[in-house]
């Protein structure tokens, strides 16, 4: 074991590498919902309300997008295993075609019918309003942040993740100083609420993609391609792209629309509830960037000794990462366990809002460990050998099958407290634990699967 985890100094050099440019980087974009919530706070909670149900629905977005990443994400880390650029490049063509369609036909259906979407979580129309409006101005970033996911995750793939991470802090930086200038009317501007929290957004997702876009092409990087390498695949190179992504799409898009039925479950379990939960939720986001940093890290390691054809290697790296990541989960959730209350101090909430958050953080720092081995394990391991197909059943039927079901059952027909629902939408992570476990030590998902696309 001791061998097994630390013996191999190269490896850890490279996890280091790429890993740590994305844990600040996932901090930074988990920071840039927690400033928004921490703002928006100070207006009270049916402002907090109204902002969570605007970004739960740029949440839906940002998973099809990671889907779309994630699945190209396959083919650029065993194709940079070969240092195959040209390849490379058509792969972002696909995944920049998919992201940037869907990002625009979400920004026409947003700004045009908000409040019908809107209507489907809450009743509350004064949230309905609020939220409305937020949307209506949000939704102008949704184009540059497909652009933004495509061309950082390609980076990331090829070992390039610390470009993201300083696009990434300068997002943070302008949507802070706007958050304050907008929301509270500073500076001579109008206070403009939940509405300047949006414009604020919209303009450091433009400030992310602009410099993303000119580092890439001025330092000549691998993504750094032209409109003719973008696009110049072949159907069979498409048919067998699609062939592995589109599970991964499908994956994100059923896991996110199920976990968009637990705000609906919250949503209609009063607005007091949907506060408590949105911001437990900010802070379980921010005590997780270091663990989906790790299964990114991983996806590109793993990756690339695929495509090397270093399976053995391979193998060993996976079990490596499936050990670290949940022991590291235990420290977190230990940390986490015992200052919940005082991370909750920053909120101008009721005591009941407060109670409730206190609760479910507690209840998440014991789901942790389990949590990070299936992140790591369907994201970071079974997905960088291209088994799309296992993790899409696995992860959806635990949403759908367990974790929805229960969620209604305990929230709107039994009435339960809400982290008691909480605990049972989190008993899906033992069903998916226990059969990604098997598949994991099978190693049936160790597929190259650029041999038939070079």
């Not at 994956?251 to 199920?258: A, D, F, I, R």
Request: hydrophobic share 55%; proline share 2%; aromatic share 12%.
């Amino acid at each position: 074991m001791k061998k097994l985890l630390f013996g191999d100094s190269v490896f850890y050099k490279n996890l280091f590498r790429i890993a740590i440019p994305i844990t600040i980087q996932n901090l930074i974009m988990s920071s840039l919902n927690f400033v928004d919530t921490i703002m928006v706070g100070q207006l009270g909670e049916t402002n907090i309300a109204a902002v969570a149900l605007a970004n739960q629905l740029f949440f839906l977005i940002a998973l099809f997008l990671f889907g779309v990443g994630s699945g190209a994400s396959v083919f650029v880390a065993q194709f940079w295993g070969k240092k195959d650029v040209i390849n490379i490049r058509k792969v972002l063509g696909l995944s920049m075609l998919c992201s940037v369609v869907v990002s625009v036909l979400a920004t026409l259906i947003v700004m045009i019918f908000p409040e019908v979407v809107l209507s489907l979580f809450t009743k509350d129309t004064e949230v309905i309003r609020i939220s409305a409006s937020y949307l209506r101005i949000v939704c102008f970033s949704y184009i540059p942040t497909s652009i933004t996911f495509c061309f950082a995750s390609t980076l990331r793939s090829t070992g390039q993740s610390k470009l993201p991470m300083i696009a990434s802090a300068v997002a943070l930086s302008v949507n802070t100083v706007l958050n304050y200038i907008f929301i509270f009317g500073k500076l001579g501007m109008p206070a403009m609420g939940a509405r300047g929290a949006a414009a604020a957004t919209v303009i450091a997702r433009f400030a992310e993609a602009i410099l993303i876009l000119g580092a890439v092409y001025s330092l000549k990087l691998a993504p750094a391609a032209s409109f003719r390498e973008l696009f110049a695949f072949s159907r069979d190179f498409a048919v067998r792209f699609f062939q592995v992504v589109i599970p991964v799409i499908m994956n994100e898009v059923l896991w996110s629309t199920g976990v968009t039925m637990y705000t609906v479950v919250y949503g209609r379990m009063g607005t007091n509830i949907l506060a408590s939960i949105n911001i437990a939720s900010a802070i379980e986001g921010i005590s997780f960037v270091l663990f989906r940093s790790m299964s990114n890290a991983c996806a590109v390691l793993v990756g690339n000794k695929i495509g090397e054809g270093d399976e053995q290697t391979a193998f060993t790296y996976s079990l490596r990462m499936a050990i670290l990541g949940p022991a590291l989960g235990i420290t977190v959730g230990l940390i986490l366990f015992f200052s919940s209350g005082n991370l909750l101090v920053f909120y101008n909430v009721t005591e009941q809002v407060y109670e409730n958050a206190r609760i479910i953080l507690r209840i998440f720092s014991f789901v942790i460990p389990l949590k990070v081995f299936n992140m790591i394990n369907i994201v970071g391991i079974l997905r960088s050998g291209g088994d799309t197909k296992f993790s899409l059943i696995l992860d959806t039927f635990g949403v759908w099958f367990i974790a929805v079901p229960l969620a209604f059952v305990g929230g709107l027909v039994y009435h339960l407290p809400v982290y008691i629902v909480y605990v049972l939408v989190n008993l899906e992570e033992i069903f998916k634990f226990s059969l990604g476990l098997k598949r994991f030590i099978s190693k049936k998902w160790i597929n190259n699967v650029i041999v038939q696309m070079e």
